[in-house]
């Protein structure tokens, strides 16, 4: 509500809220834990909040300093015996608005404290002393202001329905939309998202609401634009939210930038800094003392033969590169685990074995580099187990999609998408989940345009290479969305882009439905048909999970 400054400050800060909620939150950094926990001493001493410092000890929050309690205590009974000696100069010398401004001065007091007790029995008091329907809004909105310090919310039901009753009698716009803010933020902590949005837009007033809508009228049709490229629809909420994959360098990346953006930000961006040059310099001077020992690929500290020689010829070697190490440490046990039991198995156990059977499975006279002898199998086999994995969660999405499309049809209540299986989140990840799902683009739309996109590459390219056949384009453009989805599931998991491997497999096939004549250019352009589109979407997935980090990011930043 609008209010003096001098009031503003006597009123329960939902900043001290939220640091008191992230305080109690397992999931929160110690050593962000630490900069709240400052920040809430600080405003319970300057505010002498002693109803609420009590409690903080007693939950072991804050450390017990008697000293500061009895001075706190003193202060308030300091102010509290003006208080009472204006009330009565009030009654006895000055008029009925002077007697109701003192009782207020006392009820704002108790609210300053975080008294809410006596701050709600003082409001009750003001309130027979006050007449306008205006004033009466007001002592409602200080009531709604301590339901919600506290999440009570019973008393910011009853709240809202006292206010809805006074504005029967009258009232103005400014005040009706206060209201509607409130009833929307009541509405979100009940997880009543359809209605809280509808508030929060009717509280918006008519100017606002036009430049809002004239701005938001462009960033949709670019946003759409650039998903008819190659991946479709939804697949964001899907990864990110439904499967929490990690993307590890979206995820780094966000992290980082959000160290520059916090309330501790400039503390966060020293230790940054002083972290980054730490690490930029040592990995410098490795690099240019490894620069010394190298001779080549195959040479130096690039492929240290850890375990020994013969362990190195089967490719078990240390090459120091931080990247992978970043990366294994943001991924899961279970990734890291997954990987490290395939490769032993791949290249300690199988690759050993079909080496074994040179001359029987592949000519023993090429080289073990070429598709036709032992790297064959390596890629193939590497590729059949993403894509068995990739294809089984692509085809899980598309039966979850059309259970969810038949019950929107037979209007079911789907409004809340996360209710099902978010409700234990805390209340951080739940609006950084609301949030980067306001982004929706409509089905139609972006079918609409893939199908017109793909009939200009289907017309286009077989004239500019007589070569490939339309139904080449066609089989690519059909083909290369579940790819897609496979490629950023897998690079989630394991942070690898695997799109030069889904090419190889688009090459091979396309160049053996060609024929020997046009087989080489057909392959070529198929793959690189397959490859840009299924590369893509392993970039935009880092990108977006960047965006979804650091939840206060507009999607725009994404996409411009």
Request: proline fraction near 3%; charged fraction near 20%; aromatic fraction near 14%.
């Amino acid at each position: 509500m609008a209010s003096s400054e001098g009031e503003e400050s006597q009123q329960p800060q939902l900043v001290l809220a939220d640091k008191l909620f992230l305080l109690k939150q397992p999931d929160v950094q110690d050593i962000d834990k630490v900069g709240f926990k400052e920040d809430v001493f600080t405003f319970v001493k300057d505010h002498d909040m002693v109803p609420l410092y009590e409690t903080l000890v007693a939950d072991s929050v804050l450390d017990m300093d008697r000293t500061l309690l009895d001075s706190m205590r003193a202060k308030i009974d300091d102010e509290l015996k003006k208080l009472d000696e204006k009330i009565a100069d009030a009654e006895e010398n000055l008029g009925e608005s002077e007697v109701r401004e003192a009782h207020l001065a006392k009820s704002l007091f108790f609210i300053r404290i975080g008294d809410k007790e006596k701050a709600l029995e003082h409001l009750k008091i003001t309130e027979t002393k006050t007449v306008a329907v205006g004033q009466k809004m007001d002592l409602v909105f200080y009531t709604l202001q301590l339901g919600f310090f506290d999440m009570d919310f019973d008393l910011i039901s009853k709240s809202i329905d006292k206010a809805k009753s006074l504005f029967e009698e009258g009232g103005d716009w400014e005040r009706k939309n206060r209201l509607k803010v409130y009833e929307g933020l009541y509405c979100m902590s009940t997880r009543n998202f359809e209605k809280a949005a509808t508030l929060f837009l009717d509280s918006i007033s008519p100017g606002l609401w036009y430049s809002i809508r004239e701005e938001g009228r462009q960033f949709p049709l670019r946003l759409r634009f650039f998903y008819f490229f190659g991946f479709h629809l939804g697949c964001e909420l899907i990864m990110i939210i439904d499967y929490k994959l990690t993307y590890p360098s979206g995820t780094a990346t966000a992290v980082l930038i959000n160290g520059f953006h916090t309330p501790k930000g400039d503390v966060m961006a020293k230790k940054q800094v002083h972290g980054f040059v730490k690490f930029f310099a040592s990995s410098f001077v490795w690099a240019f003392f490894q620069w010394f020992f190298t001779g080549g690929d195959t040479c130096g500290f690039v492929q240290f033969p850890t375990f020994g020689l013969q362990a190195w010829k089967n490719s078990f070697y240390f090459d120091f590169s931080m990247t992978y190490v970043g990366a294994g440490m943001i991924c899961s046990h279970l990734v890291n685990l997954s990987l490290l039991l395939g490769v032993v198995v791949s290249w300690g156990i199988m690759w050993p074995l079909i080496r074994g059977l040179k001359g029987e499975w592949f000519p023993a006279n090429i080289k073990e580099s070429s598709m036709k002898s032992l790297n064959g199998y390596k890629v193939f086999i590497s590729i059949a187990l993403i894509l068995g994995d990739g294809f089984y969660n692509f085809v899980k999405v598309l039966y979850f999609t059309a259970t969810n499309i038949h019950a929107n049809m037979k209007k079911k209540n789907l409004n809340n998408t996360f209710s099902g299986n978010q409700k234990q989140l805390p209340l951080d990840d739940l609006r950084r989940n609301e949030m980067f799902a306001r982004e929706n683009i409509p089905i139609w739309l972006a079918c609409t345009g893939y199908i017109f996109f793909s009939v200009i590459s289907i017309v286009v390219i077989p004239l500019m290479f007589p070569q490939v056949k339309w139904y080449f384009v066609l089989f690519a453009y059909i083909f290369a969305p579940s790819l897609g989805f496979c490629n950023a599931y897998g690079a989630g998991l394991t942070d690898m882009n695997m799109a030069y491997n889904y090419g190889k497999v688009a090459l091979f096939v396309l160049a053996a439905l060609a024929g020997k004549s046009d087989g080489v250019v057909a392959g070529l352009v198929g793959c690189g048909l397959i490859k840009s589109i299924v590369s893509i979407s392993s970039d935009l997935m880092h990108d977006l999970m960047h965006d979804f980090i650091g939840f206060l990011d507009s999607h725009r930043c994404m996409y411009f």
